[in-house]
């Protein structure tokens, strides 16, 4: 690839040197700038004068930004360092996420992993049963979510890191989110876009619901935002929620459902009478399983209809689900008298999912206690749609407790005041009792004295619940 062919493929505007700067051109890895070495090519969503001074005595090949600040392209000029100037950042990742595939993993089958919900989930169990089989499998998917939003070269980086250390590649695992932006800005077609870039053998889709607003604002949008993936998918395999009526909507070349009830068609995997079947076969009883609630064996149900379609084997696809442990804060167990669970539920869907599969576990006469984080710095809107989730999941065995988590959050998840207030105001409104604390630490120590040892608590919540087991095991 030359510079030409780059500044053709990200739609950019070159600055500086009409050349790669380092003297061997093009390493072929794209990366961060403080991970960069010789002929590396680093993308950032910003960069100025200091950043591109320090690209020059790196001696990477170029730097693709979509934001020069300050003095970064008079300083591109003076150094006469090359500085590619997109207006959708976007471009640059895909055109690295692809051709990082194409020169570390030219041989791997891909698999690709969207939705609104689960997508953590359900990519870390289809790593986990091919990894248990014995193939050589990387996926982004991680505990703390750092590596799976695919607006920045970090997966790239990733693949190309673990193929020198370790050699190559059978699979790749990809979780690409649904909906994306930067800075308030909607990433149009970012998963078909991505999806695309993965050429993906086989792709999940688990669900359509409403999570990034702002970025969009309607459940049409985010349809609008996930029905080019199967086009995108091409001939491959698409693994569909047949439960969801939206996603049933998609127009999918190959398809293969999945569901919480029986179907006819000969592509399913679906649970009924307390096991999964695959072709009217039981392969795994609900005891076998390694969660139950019902949002979990759906994810379940999805790995295993991707490992089908990669035509795994069947008795390697049963061990891996058996051995299979959660990501933490996937309804992760913390404690066991009372019972304390926590669930990144973040969203409308989420946190009613979990709160109705948690009351089933509840005692007759015990009570659950709901401690929700409120969403910081996230928008009025998501969180105003949070809250009515919870006034629509309260039940008489429920108590609600809230925290602004102010003692663990940094400035970019800081809870403002009119996203504390619209909680307030919709709990108000529907005559919900609660109690609020500022600080995440004095929260759950309250609710830990408080609990009776047949109660359940439920942890739910974003980057402010986060620290929670830590928190919980110093208060212990």
Same mark, same amino acid.
């Given at each position: 690839?030359?510079?030409?062919?780059?500044?053709?493929?990200?739609?950019?505007?070159?600055?500086?040197?009409?050349?790669?700067?380092?003297?061997?051109?093009?390493?072929?890895?794209?990366?961060?700038?403080?991970?960069?070495?010789?002929? @590396?090519?680093? +993308?950032?969503?910003?960069?100025?004068?200091? #950043?591109?001074?320090?690209?020059?005595? &790196? =001696?990477? %090949?170029? /730097?693709?930004?979509?934001?020069?600040?300050?003095?970064?392209?008079?300083?591109?000029?003076?150094?006469?360092?090359?500085?590619?100037?997109?207006?959708?950042?976007?471009?640059?990742?895909?055109?690295?996420?692809?051709?990082?595939?194409?020169?570390?993993?030219?041989?791997?089958?891909?698999?690709?992993?969207?939705?609104?919900?689960?997508?953590?989930?359900?990519?870390?169990?289809?790593?986990?049963?091919?990894?248990?089989?014995?193939?050589?499998?990387?996926?982004?998917?991680?505990?703390?979510?750092?590596?799976?939003?695919?607006?920045?070269?970090?997966?790239?980086?990733?693949?190309?890191?673990?193929?020198?250390?370790?050699?190559?590649? @059978?699979?790749? +695992?990809?979780?690409?989110?649904?909906?994306? #932006?930067?800075?308030?800005?909607?990433? &149009? =077609?970012? %998963?078909? /876009?991505?999806?695309?870039?993965?050429?993906?053998?086989?792709?999940?889709?688990?669900?359509?619901?409403?999570?990034?607003?702002?970025?969009?604002?309607?459940?049409?949008?985010?349809?609008?935002?996930?029905?080019?993936?199967?086009?995108?998918?091409?001939?491959?395999?698409?693994?569909?929620?047949?439960?969801?009526?939206?996603?049933?909507?998609?127009?999918?070349?190959?398809?293969?459902?999945?569901?919480?009830?029986?179907?006819?068609?000969?592509?399913?995997?679906?649970?009924?009478?307390?096991?999964?079947?695959?072709?009217?076969?039981?392969?795994?009883?609900?005891?076998?399983?390694?969660?139950?609630?019902?949002?979990?064996?759906?994810?379940?149900?999805?790995?295993?209809?991707?490992?089908?379609?990669?035509?795994?084997?069947?008795?390697?696809?049963?061990?891996?689900?058996?051995?299979?442990?959660?990501?933490?804060?996937?309804?992760?167990?913390?404690?066991?008298?009372?019972?304390?669970?926590?669930?990144?539920?973040?969203?409308?869907?989420?946190?009613?999912?979990?709160?109705?599969?948690?009351?089933?576990?509840?005692?007759?006469?015990?009570?659950?206690?709901?401690?929700?984080?409120?969403?910081?710095?996230?928008?009025?809107?998501?969180?105003?749609?949070?809250?009515?989730?919870?006034?629509?999941?309260?039940?008489?065995?429920?108590?609600?407790?809230?925290?602004?988590?102010?003692?663990?959050?940094?400035?970019?998840?800081?809870?403002?005041?009119?996203?504390?207030?619209?909680?307030?105001?919709?709990?108000?409104?529907?005559?919900?009792?609660?109690?609020?604390?500022?600080?995440?630490?004095?929260?759950?120590?309250?609710?830990?004295?408080?609990?009776?040892?047949?109660?359940?608590?439920?942890?739910?919540?974003?980057?402010?619940?986060?620290?929670?087991?830590?928190?919980?095991?110093?208060?212990?």
């Amino acid at each position: 690839m030359n510079i030409n062919e780059l500044l053709r493929m990200v739609n950019g505007k070159l600055y500086g040197n009409v050349d790669f700067f380092s003297i061997d051109g093009f390493s072929g890895r794209f990366t961060f700038l403080n991970d960069a070495h010789t002929g @590396d090519i680093v +993308v950032r969503h910003w960069i100025n004068g200091d #950043g591109i001074a320090i690209a020059f005595r &790196k =001696n990477i %090949a170029c /730097l693709i930004t979509q934001t020069p600040k300050d003095d970064a392209i008079e300083m591109a000029e003076k150094l006469n360092f090359p500085l590619i100037v997109t207006d959708k950042i976007e471009l640059a990742n895909s055109l690295a996420l692809s051709h990082t595939i194409k020169k570390y993993s030219p041989n791997s089958t891909n698999i690709v992993i969207t939705g609104t919900n689960g997508k953590s989930t359900t990519s870390h169990l289809i790593y986990h049963i091919l990894n248990n089989a014995g193939y050589h499998v990387l996926t982004n998917t991680d505990s703390e979510s750092e590596f799976n939003t695919l607006i920045d070269p970090m997966v790239s980086k990733l693949i190309s890191d673990e193929v020198k250390k370790n050699g190559k590649l @059978d699979y790749l +695992v990809i979780e690409v989110s649904e909906v994306q #932006g930067w800075l308030g800005k909607l990433m &149009k =077609n970012h %998963a078909a /876009l991505m999806s695309e870039a993965i050429k993906p053998k086989v792709g999940v889709i688990t669900n359509i619901a409403m999570d990034h607003i702002g970025l969009v604002n309607s459940i049409e949008e985010v349809f609008d935002e996930i029905t080019a993936v199967p086009k995108a998918i091409g001939d491959g395999v698409c693994i569909l929620n047949h439960d969801d009526d939206l996603v049933r909507k998609l127009d999918a070349k190959n398809p293969f459902y999945v569901s919480m009830s029986k179907l006819d068609e000969e592509n399913a995997v679906y649970f009924d009478n307390d096991a999964i079947y695959y072709k009217n076969n039981p392969i795994l009883t609900v005891d076998e399983l390694p969660f139950t609630g019902k949002h979990f064996i759906q994810n379940i149900l999805s790995a295993i209809g991707a490992c089908v379609s990669l035509n795994i084997k069947m008795e390697d696809i049963v061990e891996g689900v058996k051995s299979y442990k959660a990501l933490n804060r996937r309804f992760a167990k913390l404690n066991d008298e009372p019972l304390i669970f926590d669930d990144f539920a973040h969203n409308p869907d989420g946190i009613k999912a979990t709160i109705s599969e948690t009351l089933k576990l509840l005692p007759e006469n015990q009570t659950l206690y709901v401690v929700c984080a409120i969403r910081g710095s996230r928008g009025v809107e998501i969180n105003e749609l949070n809250v009515e989730a919870l006034v629509e999941s309260m039940d008489d065995n429920i108590e609600l407790i809230l925290s602004s988590s102010n003692d663990v959050v940094n400035n970019l998840n800081w809870v403002n005041d009119d996203e504390r207030e619209v909680f307030f105001d919709v709990l108000g409104k529907n005559n919900v009792d609660y109690i609020h604390y500022g600080d995440l630490k004095d929260c759950l120590s309250e609710v830990y004295k408080k609990a009776d040892k047949k109660d359940i608590i439920l942890l739910i919540g974003a980057q402010g619940m986060d620290p929670a087991e830590s928190l919980l095991n110093d208060i212990k």
